[in-house]
């Protein structure tokens, strides 16, 4: 095969395309070839050429793209932070919504199953200890369960050792 | 990660994500390819934007056949052969060598190592670059695609041959022949 015939096969040599007995049959004319050798180089660097064409995208490359493919309703728009701000809101919203309902719908049971919320709040003793004035009270309480006991004056003594009204804390 | 035709699937369900990571995968090899094609950096942006929406237009009907890149040279060649085809009509275009063939430019040239060139030599490059693009211009439109998918963006010879609608063997020629011109349009610089 001659210099002229076996170029083509060269050039799909340096591509990394020529098959394997095409690539032995060049290797052997290669070596035996100063000019195709020499070929063989040039086509090699010719490819620096090629990589040194390449070009950095427009800034506004893609904006430009994207604005004519929402024009033409190609692309979806993207939603607003306003738009994905309401539509996470709602979640929590919801939440809240049903935590409410079921707090003021659970204070309307029925009076048959009392809750501990609707028991009248029950006497407790602060600091564990009765007052002096308690205690009067107290031993008086036998008299106030029985009214035969004790006379109207005996009522307005008892009214002056009610307790004034005890804050808590 | 999600492969092209995956992203494709979801741009069609209405993903506009998807359709922003197609774009970032490959928009600088549509721009890099029109480029080459057209030799015009404003030419090449117009191109490479009427690339992307065809691809966005098709995609209703696009099917995973073959690679997707192929799929997307194979728009990008379309695109760029009509923006040729316009132009041309229109009488804008630089004619085009309609042979570009036939003449055996592999002797008397040599390319320097560009990791050794020093300022006068980066000059020397830009000189290069230019010419080379326009070199690239008067190439017959079949050949200069041939050669830009295969040595510019790395396409195998069947997946050129695939985009082209040609045969293997169809691609091994035109390739030379490619070859072959632009070592004789840039011996000139070089001699």
């Given amino acids: 095969m001659g210099c002229r015939e076996i170029r083509e096969i060269i050039s799909a ?13 060049v290797e052997e004319h290669l070596g035996g070839c100063p000019q195709c050798r020499q070929a063989e180089k040039r086509m090699r660097d010719l490819g620096m050429a090629v990589a040194r064409t390449e070009r950095a995208p427009p800034p506004d490359f893609r904006e430009k793209l994207f604005a004519r493919m929402e024009k033409e309703d190609l692309l979806p728009k993207r939603r607003s932070i306003f738009a994905y701000s309401v539509r996470w809101a709602v979640v929590p919203l919801a939440a809240a919504a049903v935590i409410a309902f079921f707090v003021l719908s659970s204070r309307e049971i029925p009076r048959d199953h009392p809750s501990t919320a609707m028991r009248p709040p029950t006497a407790t003793v602060i600091g564990g200890e009765l007052s002096p004035e308690d205690r009067e009270i107290v031993a008086s309480l036998d008299v106030l369960e029985d009214p035969d006991l004790f006379d109207e004056t005996e009522i307005e003594e008892l009214e002056f050792f009610a307790p004034p009204p005890r804050q808590r804390g | 990660m999600k492969t092209d035709a995956e992203l494709m699937a979801l741009y069609r369900r209405g993903s506009r994500d998807a359709f922003e990571e197609l774009f970032a995968r490959h928009h600088r090899r549509v721009i890099h390819f029109c480029y080459r094609m057209t030799g015009d950096q404003s030419r090449a942006e117009e191109a490479a934007q009427e690339v992307f929406l065809r691809i966005a237009r098709a995609a209703p009907t696009y099917q995973p056949m073959a690679r997707f890149t192929t799929w997307v040279y194979t728009i990008a060649r ?12 229109h009488g804008e275009k630089v004619s085009i060598d309609p ?88 011996s000139g610089l070089l001699e």
Avoid: C, H, M
């Avoid at chain 2, 379309?78 to 009509?89: A, G, H, I, Q, V």
């Avoid at chain 2, 190592?113 to 000189?127: F, H, K, L």
């Avoid at chain 2, 017959?140 to 695939?162: H, I, K, M």
């Fill in chain 1, 13 to 25: 040599y340096v591509d990394g395309e020529a098959r394997p007995e095409e690539a032995r049959l």
């Fill in chain 2, 78 to 89: 379309r695109t760029t052969l009509n923006f040729l085809r316009d132009e041309k009509e």
């Fill in chain 2, 99 to 186: 042979t570009g063939e036939g003449r055996d430019a592999a002797d008397g040239i040599a390319l320097p190592d560009s990791r050794e060139w020093g300022p006068e030599q980066s000059a020397w490059g830009a000189q290069l670059q230019e010419r080379f693009l326009e070199a690239l211009q008067k190439l017959p439109e079949v050949n200069r695609a041939a050669f830009v998918l295969n040595r510019g963006e790395g396409l195998s010879y069947e997946e050129v041959a695939t985009v082209l609608g040609v045969t293997v063997q169809a691609v091994k020629s035109r390739i030379f022949r490619a070859r072959e011109a632009l070592l004789a349009e840039l």
